[in-house]
């Protein structure tokens, strides 16, 4: 009855749905469909390639999950519109002073915004695919917030006249190399320069009064401060206040040695992510506090001095140090009254707690008195973790670390190619968690726990686990837990199992051919860093499927390389959700109707209907093969 109910009022709804397009949308060609609010604003665009805006429509919403879910090449405008026109495709307010909408999918690769233009507005070049150059007008002065967020711009001039550039503004453009600031801004707002890893140099005019600490996270260029700047200045590429008190970013890019200033006496939080080419670093002795996650994505460096007066290292993140791979060397004075130094590991004075580890060294040698280990989120080339007999928090048994009575994993020696369970194990979470999450839950990085781990077995007597094939399950192997990130070849998942870690295939290298059972209603799947995968099944019974390579690309450059040629959906599908696969990917799939999508939105997901299976991959921007046979 319930089921017949829930039914009932998908089908209520959907009707309801098309019913308000048919009443209030304007023309548009068959691939597109577009709804309007009772004002005249559009607030849901949906198909692929272009449509034409009627006179009735007043606006379009300002809205990332609107131009997000299309592949819109084109928009056109009615000339009896009174309030939104159009040029070479692009959307603009009736007098042109507005660029609202430049399509994602327009196959452009440069664009001059035309000299009338005086506010880019929000999202206006969001996620656009192929624009690489953009000239902007000297008459503009405001651009918006995410104007143009995970677009793969190369170049871009900002002209003087420009006095705003909103939050996010340039968040995500990895590509970007290149910008030709003369702004006179007088703030730059929070992750405005997020993840513009390959950003080259950034010019700051002596406008700029305010920078959030996180404008710059994950940043490469270097930075190059007007002499006129009251408040920061810049020395051989590194931004600080103007009195050289507070560092505020080194670049990302930038390799070799730093050895920080005698002036400086606080380091922003974000000073030092995504730096993946320093190599050495050194504090001065003014520095009482920093959190160590600052050094998130240094995969490069080597050497860490600490100051002789530091006294607080806390996290921004908690546990999540990670990208240190590297890292061979950690010194601090031995005047220091609050951290000590043993076997090359950073101890608090009286080495309780081990907060830092030099992960690029073979061995590991825990300290006795050591009851707290943070900070393990980096990979690691040990081989060999000593604990002393009396350390009453943690043993090492066959070269693992866990914790006293080998319940669960605290360390993973990454140089393991086979593993076998311990019969007392319960929790196998460092063995297998493989994205970082920041503060909001968005995933910002990779762990990659036990890259080289090709089998794995469980002890005789474990109640917890069983294997199979060399791949972990729970005991009555109903749950998929974990498969080897350097197992090799294709895989089938066994028809019992009714559920998977989100995390068991995610840096599966070697995996090329992955088939999900029939007996799994709900799969979630992350396939970062499966390079070789090129094939995908679900089988029929499969109803909802969340596909993933991670939800951003940082300094870490977790989504690299993922290239699958065919995925195939069964007749089940009723919800659905792809993100970060390849655009050239094809989707073989049953036209289905009355389904829905899975949003990420807030930080929780959410469900909203969408017109079909087919439309949501097109939209997409994958590609789509009808299958016909109800078999599969």
């Known amino acids: 009855m319930k089921q017949l109910q829930h039914s009932i009022t998908r089908f209520i709804t959907i009707f309801f749905l098309i019913i308000i397009s048919l009443l209030f949308s304007s023309k548009a060609d068959a691939k597109v469909s577009i709804e309007l609010r009772d004002n005249g604003n559009i607030f849901k665009v949906t198909g692929t390639g272009s449509f034409n805006i009627g006179s009735d429509v007043t606006g379009v919403e300002e809205s990332y999950l609107l131009r997000n879910n299309t592949s819109i090449s084109k928009i056109t405008v009615s000339k009896n519109n ?16 507005k660029l609202i909408w430049y399509p994602s999918h327009k196959k452009t690769s440069s664009f001059k915004v035309p000299h009338t233009v005086k506010i880019i507005c929000n999202y206006a070049f969001a996620d656009s695919r192929y624009l690489k150059k953009i000239n902007l007008n000297n008459k503009l002065g405001e651009i918006n917030e995410c104007a143009f967020k995970n677009s793969s711009i190369k170049s871009i001039n900002i002209p003087s006249s420009v006095k705003h550039i909103g939050l ?8 970007l190399q290149t910008i030709d600031n003369e702004s006179n801004i007088s703030k730059i707002y929070a992750y405005t320069f997020n993840n513009c890893i390959s950003l080259k140099e950034i010019k700051l005019g002596g406008s700029v009064e305010e920078i959030s600490e996180n404008a710059f996270k994950n940043c490469g260029a270097m930075f190059n401060v007007a002499t006129s700047n009251k408040y920061y200045t810049s020395k051989d590429g590194v ?14 890019l930038k390799d070799g040695s730093y ?7 606080s380091v922003n939080n974000y000073a030092f992510t995504g730096c993946v080419n320093l190599k050495r670093l050194i ?18 460096l080597e050497v860490l001095g600490l100051s002789e007066k530091l006294e607080h290292i806390d996290t921004i993140y908690g546990d999540s140090v990670y990208g240190l791979s590297s890292l061979k060397e950690i010194t601090i004075s031995e005047q220091n009254k609050h951290f000590k130094i043993y076997n090359n590991a950073l101890y608090s004075v009286d080495y309780k707690c081990l907060w830092l580890m030099p992960f690029a060294k073979t061995s590991l040698d825990i300290h006795k008195d050591t009851e707290l280990i943070l900070n393990k989120d980096s990979q690691n080339k040990f081989n060999k973790i000593i604990v002393p007999d009396t350390n009453n928090f943690f043993t090492s048994y066959k070269n693992v670390l866990y914790n006293k009575n080998i319940k669960s994993i605290e360390i ?4 393991l190619t086979s593993y076998e369970v311990p019969a007392t194990l319960k929790n196998v979470n460092a063995l297998i968690t493989y994205t970082i999450l920041d503060e909001n839950g968005y995933a910002m990085g990779c762990r990659g726990a036990a890259p080289n781990l090709k089998n794995i077995t469980v002890e005789k007597g474990n109640k917890y686990f069983k294997s199979k094939d060399g791949c972990l399950f729970n005991f009555d192997m109903t749950k998929l837990y974990a498969f080897p990130r350097a197992k090799k070849g294709k895989y089938i998942i066994p028809t019992g199992v009714k559920e998977i870690n989100a995390d068991a295939f995610a840096g599966a290298r070697y995996l090329t051919n992955l088939t999900i059972s029939s007996g799994m209603r709900y799969v979630g799947i992350n396939v970062a860093d499966c390079n070789l995968l090129r094939k995908i099944t679900f089988k029929k019974g499969v109803e909802i499927v969340y596909l993933y390579a991670g939800f951003a690309t940082d ?3 977790f989504q690299s390389n993922i290239n699958i040629k065919n995925i195939f959906f069964p007749s ?6 792809i993100y970060s696969i390849n655009n050239n990917a094809i989707f073989h799939a049953y036209n289905n109707t009355g389904t829905y999508q899975i949003e990420y939105s807030d930080y929780e997901f959410i469900e909203q209907n969408i017109k079909s299976i087919k439309a949501y991959i097109i939209n997409k921007g994958y590609i789509f093969h009808t299958r016909s046979d109800k078999a599969f």
């Not at 996010?168 to 590509?175: A, D, L």
């Not at 993973?412 to 140089?415: G, L």
């Open 239 to 252: 931004l600080y206040s103007k009195d050289i008190k507070e560092l505020i970013k080194y670049p990302g």
């Open 82 to 97: 009174k309030y939104l026109a159009s040029k070479d495709g692009v959307l603009y307010n009736k007098k042109m002073t």
């Open 259 to 265: 050895i920080m200033p005698v002036s400086v006496y």
């Open 412 to 415: 993973f020696p990454d140089t």
């Open 572 to 577: 089940t599908i009723d919800g659905i959700g």
């Open 555 to 557: 300094a870490s450059n």
């Open 283 to 300: 504090f001065n002795d003014n520095i009482t506090e920093f959190p160590l996650d600052c050094l998130n994505g240094c995969s490069s």
């Open 168 to 175: 996010e503004c340039f968040m995500g453009c990895s590509n």
